[in-house]
């Protein structure tokens, strides 16, 4: 009879540790919630730090894209990563003789796939401590953990730091970033 009720409160333990794991919540993004039944675009256009984002997604044509089935991982910058772009640099991004650019830029801030932080810490565990993943521009950024957290690096050689990890939508996952990667 021991067994039994050793083996019924194992069992309701693992269900009440799956209750708690379904009833999880994304991590608040610019002061709003953010829902994992919903997309990309649905939730970042909620957050008041990716106002510049969802602009330049909107100028470059890319909402259906990010709204579709991906899945799609996306290194988010928040409004302050843009801010610490040359002046002017935004404004003229956004103009409409410069959408292959703009397009260029924010493909490069999406991976193909769902990759959450840890599949990124475990690449790079299993690489020498860099991960690479070619983006949907078609060229790689490199991660690796450092001062304390996940470090992304272009090709420029220009390091962000993942500042909000595993964000997850719908059509993938959003990590918040606080640099503009540049291809």
């Known amino acids: 009879m021991s067994i039994f009720i050793r083996s019924t409160v194992a069992v309701a333990a693992l269900i009440a540790a799956g209750s708690v794991s379904a009833q999880m919540k994304d991590p608040m993004v610019g002061g709003a919630a953010m829902y994992p039944t919903k997309n990309i675009v649905e939730n970042a256009v909620n957050s008041k730090d990716h106002t510049t984002l969802v602009a330049a997604v909107k100028a470059a044509d890319l909402v259906d894209t990010l709204s579709g089935p991906g899945p799609f991982t996306v290194f988010a910058p928040t409004n302050a990563a843009f801010a610490k772009l040359p002046a002017g640099t935004v404004d003229t991004l956004v103009k409409p003789e410069n959408k292959a650019t703009l397009t260029g830029i924010l493909t490069y801030h999406v991976v193909p796939g769902k990759l959450t932080a840890k599949d990124i810490l475990a690449n790079a565990k299993a690489h020498g401590g860099t991960a ?4 949907v521009q078609g060229e790689p950024l490199m991660f690796k953990k450092a001062m304390g957290g996940l470090m992304i690096m272009d090709g420029k050689g220009d390091m962000g730091k993942i500042t909000i990890a595993n964000v997850y939508q719908s059509n993938g996952v959003i ?5 503009v990667m540049m291809p």
Request: charged share 10%; glycine share 0%.
């Open 175 to 179: 990590h918040v970033i606080d640099t």
């Open 132 to 135: 690479t993943y070619t983006t």
